[in-house]
């Protein structure tokens, strides 16, 4: 079955270090990837998406992520962390379900908190 | 443009009682995707709407059910609710039906069964 992991189910980081949270997937050779974030009693927001092309996507907010093939890999990250990015984080694939359809596939999810 | 409008924002019901959530995708878009996010399973797919046929259901009970107008609103209807179907629903609504498309989300119904 097709799964997308995040190894880390919270990190702590002090305002203005670096972030980066990681993402593994199964899915694909060529895979359409997402991040979003998820503040508390919300929605999910989308951060950035992954369809081809640069392996180094920029997204909002001040972030961005790296594609690589060969460790199945997207790790989300951001130079300087304020304390508004204190939020959820979700790494997303869409798998196939059949008939032409697709779902989204999310990982576990990283929490992040930020020290401020 | 506005966004994905998912109402109400919360509710309570009682164990045995039926529900009826709802959402209203961005215009334009024609495929609305409904998600379970519970602490212990984390965002589980339910069901997929597109030009009002469900293209595809996640591993839910038949008590889950839906449906999509014309207007491209979609209803999801959970029946006899138990403790369990305590969460929050997502809709995410997206141009069309496949993986190259982005998914826009609602900020969710939260639902509390007792």
């Known amino acids: 079955a097709q799964s997308v992991t995040q190894p880390d189910i919270h990190i702590t980081v002090s305002e203005g270090a670096s972030l980066e949270l990681r993402c593994n997937y199964s899915?694909?050779?060529?895979?359409?990837l997402f991040w979003y974030v998820q503040s508390p009693g919300q929605g999910l927001q989308l951060l950035l998406k992954?369809?081809?092309?640069?392996?180094l996507v920029q997204g909002i907010k001040g972030f961005e992520a790296e594609f690589k093939r060969s460790q199945s890999s997207f790790n989300l990250r951001k130079p300087s962390v304020h304390w508004s990015d204190a939020a959820e984080y979700f790494c997303?694939?869409?798998?196939?379900?059949?008939?032409?359809?697709?779902?989204?596939?999310f990982g576990k999810g990283t929490k992040l908190s930020v020290i401020p | 443009k506005a966004g994905v409008t998912q109402t109400p924002r919360y509710l309570i019901k009682t164990r045995g009682q039926q529900v009826t959530l709802s959402c209203s995708p961005i215009?334009?878009?024609?495929?609305v995707s409904w998600y379970q996010q519970t602490p212990g399973q984390g965002l589980q797919f339910l069901f997929e709407?597109?030009?009002?046929?469900?293209?595809n259901k996640g591993n839910f009970p038949g008590r889950f059910s839906g449906r999509q107008f014309s207007n491209s609103r979609s209803e999801m209807n959970v029946s006899t609710l138990e403790l369990g179907d305590s969460a929050l629903y997502l809709c995410?609504?997206?141009?069309?039906?496949?993986?190259?498309?982005?998914?826009?989300f609602g900020s969710g119904t939260r639902l509390t069964v007792v």
């Open positions: 995410a609504s997206s141009v069309g039906t496949g993986q190259g498309y982005g998914y826009t």
């Open positions: 899915y694909g050779a060529t895979p359409y």
């Open positions: 992954y369809f081809s092309g640069d392996t």
């Open positions: 997303a694939e869409p798998t196939y379900s059949g008939a032409g359809s697709y779902q989204l596939t």
């Open positions: 215009s334009g878009h024609r495929s």
């Open positions: 709407y597109f030009s009002e046929t469900q293209r």
